[in-house]
């Protein structure tokens, strides 16, 4: 039996239209991550499933920024900056604090 394709996040990134950083961002804030360690792998055909629901989350998540004009200090650096709800930690980090995974 043949296993089914899987993609890097590079893979899924270039797809989607993002880059890996943003799609982990996404695959973790949605709970599609994977345990601690470990590396993606997402199936070939789930790729436009993905690219949907990034494009909706993107949407919402600067939709979000915007309406709260989401700048202050970072919780890990203290930069005065936009910044993101990290889901895993609760924490507001700027940019450059964000988890890579």
């Known amino acids: 039996m043949?296993?089914?394709?899987t993609l890097s996040t590079r893979e899924v990134a270039e797809k989607v239209g993002t880059d890996p950083k943003t799609l982990r961002v996404f695959l973790r804030a949605t709970s599609q991550g994977v345990g601690s360690?470990?590396?993606?792998?997402?199936?070939?055909?789930?790729v436009a499933k993905v690219k949907k629901e990034f494009v909706a989350w993107e949407a919402e998540r600067q939709a979000a920024r915007e309406a709260a004009n989401d700048q202050g200090p970072c919780d890990n650096c203290g930069a005065k900056v936009d910044l993101y709800h990290d889901e895993a930690s609760g924490s507001s980090l700027c940019e450059d604090c964000v988890p890579a995974e």
Do not use: N, S, V
Request: hydrophobic share 20%; net charge positive; no cysteine.
């Open 2 to 5: 043949t296993e089914p394709k």
């Open 37 to 46: 360690g470990k590396r993606y792998a997402l199936p070939a055909k789930d």
